[in-house]
């Protein structure tokens, strides 16, 4: 059975076809060309849109048209607008919404009888299906996704020894990178036409794979030709998708000459700079001339680009294209304005197109300042004038570069030895603290930095200028900031510190002063001077603060040095900051999650966590970690548990202590149940034939071993875009199961939380759609022969079809009934007739309107009836079904 849906659905086409050829014969020679792209919606569902390009004399018309959607589902899919076009071209767009099973790689195909006839590099062209498709890639791992749009439609002409020139002006919204190649024109399912040829050229057939322009050089002989350019996006290096468009172009003898569009630059903008530029088009024949440009900045949804026409005579024409660029418009990859000329000659009128780029530049974070301390260095900068960057990314080199960017340079290049030192995580956060991510930086170093802008497509605002520093030799260097006495009021805290060296190479001749600040809390902000003491030798490195509140607040430290000789005063260095470790117990279910807070400038390697014994009150050593993170697990609910800390770190550097030893203050905690139950996982299966959906789920407390489940609260909504809706709760937390009888549909949504004893109300479990019962089913065979047995073909149906639109069609492709009944109810007459068909096979065509998850949905259903009437069943005299 392997194969057995694509099997159906090429059976399902041919029957199709067969019908459009009998009954509409003048419905077959009008496509011309088209392409689909898509809009992510969320995860798995997206908006597709079909844009199909005709003949408007051609007698064919489209009102619906079937997409595959690469899942082995259908849709068919109605027309939204029709436009008329220069050229006798219409442009059809359709558009639907479809919900993807999950991820994966799905090629969307649209195929519809058939291609015009006649086209030259299409062998019997209008018996070939006129086919394009898209491949989408769904990976959230590379986030969302939409396909480009391609804004200039295909309906201009060429000339037989003039270059034609087509640009589909694609547009990524998402700022992906996009390539172009050509491709062969595909037939039905999106298989290859087999014998195509690409169109003839006196020199090349190309397209340019950076700009997209399709360039023939030059046609050689008038007629139909077809042509399709594959646009493939890129993210990242991956390849996520391309469309396809498949277009069609006239050529014809002409002496006619195209205008010729004169070419402009490449350019770059800093964003908020506004853009001017004039763009003028000639014409050797004089005729009159016009323009018009497409791309992006026309499409943006902050201040859109203008083009307007300022001047224009026998033979020219110039328009101003204007842009005012906003911080909105920054991203990697550059604009393209596709600027179209055409003249207007009586005898045949002929394009011209040339396209330029506008690279929108974030400006640079402006004000970057650094502070050096004894082992590590402070940056801190001013916003540049985007707010919408979503963070900062800090280069660090050793020695000034004199690196300065030119004028389309984003981010700093790798040539100019800077490395990423690391980054910030919002547009607000314009402090970083560089200490070699813990592994500290060296003394003597001349360390340079820049800063960058980071938006949201990852692309890099203009650098920063380039400062530099190095560290501060000669300060005193903290080593304990350590509480001795935990309480309210008599707390108090030991502070220490390294006494410094290499005074000769400032000079300071002493005699020298230490002063002492202190600050309430962990950053160290408001600093108050709580001591100071003159010193010759400055061996005296050790202070006691008294009278502290350690029980409730963390307080923060530094030691300045003055050179305090009469005449000479002045601070040496700049002195470095460390706190107290401060410990934040957050109570959970029968554990505490022990957050150790600190803010010193030495590495800490391990903290060691004791707990108060609660017979002999002396503190015993429960575990370790090298994180700032501790849960004590296995406690009893309601009863208070105490802890402190001992940190052990180290600076890493020569004339230091190995190891730095600081004792926290002591804090409490109280264990209470605040963690939900884990998410039940839910299943879901229709019983189509005795309508309902049965719910089976698992009970979380097996799982996860936390085995208080109270109840269970069962959430539906009967389409994809509805909000969830509760549907029951469950008070038995061992009855997992429940039927539900659906009113309007059997596809629904479906999810399930559990609550514990204590209110906690776990994660809702996965959504778990189902959509899979057929509502629908016609007998192929009835006798209306007036016994009162079978006979009335009535179709097996139920509340959850809204309407159909039934058409049977003798053999012949005449229409004898048409019902939107969703019973069908035919008693074998003849439309409006009384008059009985004869007895034969017909065929039909049933589009059947159902309540689905995306809403009502238009599923096709084909196939014949077999009719079975008494002696005397004959057509009538005159022309039935007219």
């Given amino acids: 059975m392997k194969g057995f849906p694509g099997r159906m659905r090429r059976i399902r086409w041919v029957f199709f076809m067969a019908a459009m050829v009998i009954v ?39 009102p619906q048209l079937e997409f595959q959607w690469g899942d082995n589902t ?78 200039n439609p295909p309906f201009d002409k060429a000339a037989v020894g003039h270059i034609f020139i087509h640009n589909p002006s694609a547009y990524d919204p998402d700022g992906d990178s996009l390539s172009y190649s050509l491709t062969v024109c595909r037939k039905e399912n999106g298989d290859p036409i087999e014998g195509y040829t690409f169109p003839p050229a006196s020199d090349t057939l190309y397209v340019n794979p950076v700009t997209g322009d399709l360039i023939w050089d030059s046609p050689v002989d008038s007629g139909i030709y077809n042509l399709a350019i594959n646009i493939s996006e890129w993210r990242d290096g991956v390849k996520i998708g391309n469309i396809e468009r498949d277009m069609q172009v006239n050529v014809y003898n002409t002496k006619n000459h195209a205008p010729v569009n004169q070419p402009v630059n490449n350019m770059c903008v800093m964003a ?26 026309f499409v943006v949804d902050d201040h859109p680009a203008t083009f307007t026409r300022i001047a224009a005579d026998t033979g020219y024409c110039t328009s101003l294209f204007a842009w005012q660029t906003s911080c909105s418009h920054v991203r990697e990859q550059p604009y393209q304005v596709v600027v179209k000329s055409w003249d207007n000659n009586a005898q045949l009128s002929l394009v011209d197109m040339t396209n330029f780029n506008i690279r929108i530049l974030g400006p640079p974070p402006e004000n ?67 200490d070699n991510k813990g592994q500290g930086l060296l003394q003597g170093t001349d360390y340079c930095y820049m800063v960058v802008g980071v938006y949201r497509d990852n692309s890099e605002s203009v650098p920063s200028e380039e ?24 707390g108090r805290i030991f502070v220490s510190w390294a006494k410094p060296t290499h005074l000769d190479t400032i000079p300071a001749n002493g005699p020298y002063e230490y002063r002492i600040y202190r600050a309430n809390g962990i950053w160290g902000e408001n600093f108050s001077l709580i001591y100071t003491f003159e010193t010759s030798d400055l061996n005296d490195t050790t202070f006691i603060d008294s009278l502290l509140n350690t029980k409730d607040h963390a307080y923060t430290y530094k030691v300045e040095l003055y050179n305090n000789e009469p005449g000479n005063r002045f ?23 022990l957050h150790i807070r600190k803010n010193v400038p030495w590495i800490n390697k391990t903290y060691v966590i004791y707990r108060q014994n609660k017979t002999t009150l002396q503190f015993d050593s429960i575990g370790s970690t090298n994180d700032t993170l501790f849960t004590d697990t296995g406690l009893i609910n309601g009863e208070e548990y105490c802890y402190r800390v001992i940190s052990y770190g180290s600076y890493n550097k020569p004339g230091l202590p190995d190891t730095i030893v600081n004792i926290s203050h002591e804090n409490c905690g109280i264990p209470v149940d605040k963690t939900p139950p884990c998410p039940p996982v839910l299943t879901v299966i229709s019983y189509c034939d005795s ?66 004893r204590v209110g906690n109300v776990s994660d809702m479990s996965e959504i778990n ?17 007036g016994d009162n047995i079978n006979d009335i073909l009535r179709a097996k149906t139920h509340r959850f079809v809204e309407k159909v639109n039934m058409r049977i069609y003798n053999r012949l492709g005449m229409l004898v009934y048409q019902t939107d009944n969703p019973l069908i109810n035919w008693d074998g007459r003849y439309k409006n007739k009384n008059a009985l068909v004869p007895p034969g096979v017909y065929y039909y065509l049933c589009d059947v309107y159902e309540k689905r998850l995306t809403g009502i949905e238009v599923r096709n259903i084909t196939g014949f009836i077999h009719v079975i009437t008494e002696k005397g069943a004959a057509p009538p005299t005159e022309t039935i079904g007219k």
């Fill in 368 to 434: 970057l300042k650094l502070r050096a301390s004894s082992n590590f260095i402070r940056l801190t900068w001013s916003p540049g004038d985007c707010k919408n960057v979503t963070g900062y990314r800090i280069y660090r080199r050793n020695g000034y570069s004199g690196y300065t960017p030119d004028s389309c340079t984003a981010g700093i290049p790798p040539e100019t030895g800077y490395e990423l030192a690391g980054k910030t995580g919002s547009a607000t956060d314009t402090i970083f603290l560089d």
């Fill in 272 to 297: 908020g700079d506004s853009v001017s530029v004039r763009v003028t088009s000639t014409d050797e024949d004089m005729d009159s001339v016009y323009q018009q440009a497409f791309g992006g900045p």
């Fill in 571 to 593: 601070l040496i260095g700049t002195p470095d900051e460390a706190s107290s470790v401060f410990l934040f117990p957050e109570p959970n279910d029968r554990r505490i999650t």
């Fill in 24 to 62: 509409l014969p003048a419905q077959a020679t009008h496509n011309r060309a088209g392409e689909i792209t898509c809009r992510q919606i969320s995860d798995f569902t997206y908006e597709v849109t079909l844009t199909t390009f005709t003949y408007t004399l051609s007698m064919a018309d489209r």
């Fill in 74 to 151: 259908t849709s068919v899919v109605n027309r939204i607008s029709k436009v008329e076009l220069p050229n006798y071209y219409r442009r059809n767009v359709y558009v639907a919404r479809h919900t993807y099973p999950g991820p994966g790689v799905y090629k969307i195909v649209v195929q519809d009888p058939n291609r015009n006839f006649g086209v030259k590099n299409i062998p019997n062209s209008v018996n070939v299906i006129f086919s394009v498709q898209t491949v989408l890639m769904i990976n959230p791992a590379l986030g969302h996704n939409s396909t480009p749009v391609l804004l």
């Fill in 691 to 756: 309508l309902y959906n049965q719910l089976a789920w698992t009970n979380p407390g097996h799982a996860c071993g936390d085995d208080d489940v109270a109840f269970y609260t069962l959430y539906y909504k009967p389409t994809i875009d509805a909000e969830m809706q509760k549907l029951a709760d469950i008070q038995d937390p061992d009855d997992t199961s429940y039927v539900h009888f659906p009113e309007s549909s059997m596809a629904g949504c479906y999810a399930v939380t559990a609550t514990d």
């Fill in 769 to 785: 759609c189902v959509d899979n019962c057929s509502y629908y089913e016609i007998p192929n065979v009835f006798t209306p022969n």
């Fill in 467 to 490: 400062v530099c520093g190095t560290l501060i030799q000669g300060t005193p260097v903290l080593l304990n900031v350590s509480v001795l006495k935990t309480d309210p009021v008599t």
